[in-house]
């Protein structure tokens, strides 16, 4: 199904959010956050979509290839850190984000900027779901 074609209010009104989730962030840590949820959800075409996103801002290969395995990489800074284990509290949500992932998320990012991550988590689920209900796959439109 082309969703865009089917349903464009929802389509538009889905990039209209988008937008608006990635105001004010760090492009490379948006990558980042969008990878490792579109991972979680299994949505090959925004993996695809995101690590090329994430190479043209400048991300390196090694950290994009070291995202699934986070946790035990050395290469992530404690923001990025606090921004990934939020995503997968977000992204996983049946049980809640623990306060410590959401108290440590708020250490590092100032109010509005937590509440645009927040907004990019909730966003990129949407095309995740989305595009793995409709089999969309890399290399469609």
Not at 31 to 45: F, G, H, T
């Amino acid at each position: 199904m082309n969703f865009a074609t089917v349903a464009p209010k929802v389509f538009k009104a889905v990039l209209a959010l988008d937008a608006a989730a990635r105001q004010g962030l760090d492009p490379v840590l948006l990558e980042l956050v969008q990878i490792r949820a579109s991972q979680i959800n299994r949505c090959v075409y925004c993996i695809d979509y995101h690590t090329s996103d994430a190479r043209r801002a400048g991300e390196s290969e090694s950290r994009i290839y070291q995202l699934d395995g986070w946790q035990e990489s050395s290469l992530y800074t404690a923001e990025e850190r606090a921004a990934l284990a939020l995503t997968e509290a977000v992204t996983r949500l049946p049980g809640g984000v623990p306060d410590a992932v959401y108290d440590e998320a708020a250490r590092h990012f100032e109010e509005r900027e937590l509440a645009q991550l927040i907004a990019l988590i909730f966003t990129v689920n949407a095309w995740n779901r989305m595009n793995v209900t409709t089999r969309k796959t890399p290399g469609t439109e």
